[in-house]
């Protein structure tokens, strides 16, 4: 009998490994570089600084408890890292409870080159697709999520689709840049996105606000109003772009929260906003 419960844990355990697997976007090389020319390197142990290496780590639930829903998380840093662990590892190990699959990418930062993180992220997309059975996911239930400037890059991929192939089927958004107008975007992410000086078409192009149309996916969004590193205008202005446009949508604008907060506790109107969004994927039925 021992014996047998060790046979299940070592097993699950294997199986919960194996999920966490690097997957390189590009095997051959990218065809472009975005001329980083600084070597990746962690600022500290959650946040990872000049990314070049396109690549996501898998998250994917055991057979046996996956519901065939997927979604691809981007963390968030100003275009110029990314949050690794609070806005990817443990949002991952979030959805898994929730009998979700998940993915963290690590997409190249931009170096003023605005075309290589939404290709990033439409070639994770793809991938996960391509594998959709391999790893009992349902197809049309593949979904996307972002913190921060990573919010702008999932709004991005959720308004600049070509075909129904680039269209995720869902969309999370956590406290997100939105807008590249300078009177509320962040202005470092605006920078590292399109470079110092901007053309106006190219402002409007990654204003994600003005991207919205009838076919933009279901949205849920969650920003704390005082947040002073991303205006939450930025969410707002979203949100009411979708409305205007009859795309399902749910905002939760909580009193206190700041930025950054992931799913920690920081003992404010911000700390569980989880339930909210599972409630949510409840009523989007993506969970059961």
Aim: net charge positive; with cysteine.
């Amino acid at each position: 009998m021992i014996r047998k419960v060790l046979i299940i844990l070592c097993c699950s355990f294997i199986a919960y490994t194996q999920a966490q697997d690097k997957i390189i976007l590009y095997p051959k090389g990218a065809e472009e570089s975005n001329e980083l020319e600084i070597n990746e390197s962690w600022r500290d142990a959650n946040f990872l600084l000049n990314v070049s290496e396109a690549r996501m780590y898998s998250y994917l639930t055991p057979k046996q408890r996956a519901n065939g829903t997927a979604v691809l998380i981007c963390p968030g840093g100003g275009y110029g890292g990314l949050s690794t662990d609070k806005e990817g590892k443990k949002i991952a190990e979030w959805f898994n409870e929730q009998g979700i699959s998940a993915f963290v990418l690590y997409y190249r930062m931009p170096n003023g080159k605005h075309e290589i993180p939404l290709k990033d992220a439409q070639t994770a997309l793809s991938i996960i697709d391509q594998n959709a059975r391999k790893w009992n996911i349902d197809r049309k239930k593949i979904g996307i999520m972002g913190f921060s400037a990573g919010g702008h890059l999932a709004a991005t991929v959720g308004t600049h689709f070509k075909n129904s192939k680039e269209r995720p089927d869902f969309m999370i958004l956590a406290y997100p840049v939105i807008s590249m107008e300078k009177e509320i975007t962040h202005r470092g992410s605006r920078e590292n996105l399109l470079g110092k000086n901007p053309s106006d078409k190219l402002i409007e192009l990654y204003s994600n606000e003005l991207q919205v149309a009838k076919d933009t996916p279901p949205t849920f969004i969650v920003h704390a109003k005082d947040d002073t590193v991303v205006p939450d205008d930025n969410s707002k202005l979203f949100y009411r772009s979708l409305l205007k446009n009859n795309v399902r949508s749910e905002i939760l604008l909580t009193q206190k929260g700041g930025h950054g907060f992931g799913m920690e506790k920081r003992g404010n109107d911000s700390d569980g906003w989880e339930d909210k969004l599972e409630a949510w994927l409840k009523r989007e039925n993506l969970i059961k």
